[in-house]
């Protein structure tokens, strides 16, 4: 029978002991969640903050066209201000990129607007006009430049990529006025025919002035309806 009963003592120590162990393994079970939910909140919050950052890089190339970011050079610039010298009227830039031509344009004394599609691009480059002095002068949008009409514009400059030019030649024959230039630089347009021509390599600048190009496409219609109405002779005699 004493063998089999259990001191006062002893239950009571049993008792305390028991009812310590599971009050420390509930403290660092806690104390384990909480560093997991720091690491968690950690973790998303940087995915959150990259994928803010770099979705406005990589959408532009999952587009149909594709027109990446790529700084322009100082000739660069120089050579788009060459060929604004003695001009007048507003000019947009397309695909305005950091703002470096519209704040150079800007500088030069035109009101000059960027089109962007990048936000991030957007914000640095009202910073940039901002801290140069500028931002009466230099306006930024962000907008796709396919949904913006440029007839309101007497100069336009283009930062293109091949793919791309076909498809804005054609809007710009439509919406641009008789008085207008076009610059297209690092790629000139597939169809025009430049008036002037500046710089080497990439640094090289196509100027062209919408009243050539439509004059050439009213000749190209004379000349079509004229051929036709010789032809249409011939017939009859």
């Not at 201000?81 to 947009?92: D, K």
């Not at 150079?104 to 962007?116: L, P, T």
Request: glycine fraction near 8%; hydrophobic fraction near 40%.
């Amino acid at each position: 029978m004493d063998r089999l009963c259990t001191p006062p003592g002893a239950l009571k120590e049993g008792r305390q002991s028991g009812s310590v162990l599971p009050t420390s393994l509930e403290a660092s079970g806690l104390k384990k969640s909480g560093w997991g939910l720091l690491l968690t909140g950690i973790v998303g919050g940087t995915l959150v903050a990259v994928y803010a950052v770099a979705t406005p890089f990589i959408t532009p190339a999952l587009r149909r066209i594709c027109l990446p970011f790529v700084p322009a050079t100082a000739k660069q610039i120089e050579n788009v201000v060459e060929m604004l010298r003695s001009r007048r009227g507003p000019l947009v830039d397309v695909g305005s990129g950091d703002g470096r031509i519209v704040i150079a344009a800007a500088k030069e004394g035109f009101v000059a607007a960027g089109y962007e599609l990048n936000p991030w691009l957007v914000w640095y480059s009202r910073y940039r006009a901002w801290r140069e002095g500028v931002q009466d002068l230099a306006t930024f949008y962000i907008s796709d430049l396919w949904k913006v009409t440029f007839s309101q514009y007497s100069n336009v400059v283009v930062f293109g990529v091949p793919q791309m030019m076909p498809h804005l030649e054609k809007k710009l024959e439509v919406e641009l006025e008789g008085d207008a230039r076009v610059i297209a630089c690092r790629f000139p347009f597939p169809n025009w025919t430049p008036d002037q021509v500046t710089g080497e390599g990439t640094d090289t600048v196509w100027a062209y002035d919408v009243s050539t190009f439509q004059r050439k496409r009213r000749d190209a219609l004379t000349d079509g309806r004229c051929a036709s109405s010789r032809s249409l002779k011939n017939k009859m005699y």
